[in-house]
């Protein structure tokens, strides 16, 4: 406690300006702003931050330091608050244990995500069954520490204790689940941590809460927006990663550097081919402070949800002012419309399968009530082996959308593209009738079926005379 003390004093001593807080000996500043600063260092043995607020901040201080005591005494996972001091001014300073890193970084970097998710949520559950919320319950406002507890900081804005309330309970998880990297949580993962978390609620509970938890996630991801330069990397290729550029975390080497070879360059967009270590990938770039490359995203999870199989990224990048990123690993085979256009390439028999593949997948967008916009064949990505069958891949979703209003515009407006394409390629009518057949379901074709085939069949015309 005299070493928290001493480091408080020498933290107070050392005024507001952020010349004299980087002159405190033993101490980094991590994070500086009006009325309040954050230092790293060392408090005899121990690692410790120290929080320095201002005059003006002072009532916060006190707040923060009531609420790290409540939490203590209630038995939910905190740092430990070592010391309050008051300084010249009316400035105050906290002196907290170190915490460990944030849940976001520790998610990206280890392999073991189910057991941390798992620790994650005890603490989040434990927060609410004592009957806190807590707004800020952002994925980096709970810290990892070297003996695997996951604990909570930053807790200035903590209200309870009291009745828990399911609207506060959906604004904590929409925080959290808004905050957490995409590709090192995926959905099934997520879904995981949100049952344990959620584990004292019967399933029509989970199911209203769940609903208002990615309401309040999709507000937290937009309100996070300003932030510069996330990037997020796939664990299991964070390796491969790394022989691409120099640091694949930092934006700037994706964004800015020039890996590969540009394939397409347009004034909002460029596509680029990358060749390292025997494999492919493709990097696409939006700019303008475009989000494509999320909605990307987005639209890939939702296809694979809906039973499609979407090509997902191995690295996703946003900066709110200047664009952002998708690279991905070159699925296997090629364009299937290349393929097909080889007369004895695809065996009959592969051909008739393929019809009725296609069909079902453009079948289960239409039940998930999604469309691709540009479902031509060259963005299926696939091959066929003998032993295995088709392996496929839809990419290129960054205008994909779900149906409203004229949702039946959308279908026909899809399948018509894909007819389009497939007109150049060795698939006749049969395969349309095929396709048609999976598309519906039923063994003939009847009088919907028909209906609907015919108006695919003057979308596509249309499409002809556009080009």
Known sequence: MKDAAAAARAVLEAGESLPGLRAVPGFEVVQWKAGRAVLRGRAGDAKVYVKRFGRARAGEAREEARAYRTLAVTGVPAAALLCEEEGPAGSRALVLADAGPGLDEVVSERGAVRALLSRAARTVRALHAAGFAFPDLLARHLRVGEDGEVRLIDVARLRGPGRSRPLRRAVDLGALFGTLPRLSVPERARLRLFRQAASDLDAAERRALARRVAREAAKTRLRSRHRRGLVDLDPSRRGALGALVPDAGRFEEWFDGEPGVRL????????????????????????????????????????????????????????????????????????????????????????????????????????????????????????????????????????????????????????????????????????????????????????????????????????????
């Open 264 to 467: 397409r360059r347009l004034p909002d967009r460029e596509n680029r081919r990358i060749d390292a270590g025997g494999r492919t990938w493709f990097l696409k770039r939006h700019f303008g402070g475009s989000r494509a490359a999320v909605d990307e995203y987005e639209g890939a999870l939702a296809f694979r949800r809906a039973g499609v199989p979407a090509a997902l990224p191995a690295a996703l990048g946003e900066d709110a002012g200047r664009g952002s990123f998708w690279l991905a690993e070159a699925a296997p085979g090629g364009p299937l419309d290349a393929l097909l256009a080889e007369e004895g390439a695809v065996p009959a028999a592969a051909r008739r399968d393929l019809a009725r593949i296609l069909g079902r997948h453009a079948a289960a967008l239409r039940r998930a009530g999604l469309f691709h916009r540009d479902f031509y064949l060259n963005h299926w990505i696939g091959r066929w082996t003998p032993s295995g069958g088709w392996e496929l891949a839809l990419v290129d979703l960054q205008r994909w959308g779900r149906t409203g209003l004229r949702r039946e515009r959308w279908f026909v407006k899809d399948a018509a593209a894909l007819w389009y394409s497939v007109r150049r390629t060795v698939l006749g009518r049969v395969d349309g009738v095929r396709f048609l057949r999976a598309y519906f379901g039923i063994p003939r074709l009847d009088r919907r079926a028909r209906s609907f085939a015919r108006a695919v069949l003057r979308k596509a015309a249309r499409m002809g005379s556009h080009r």
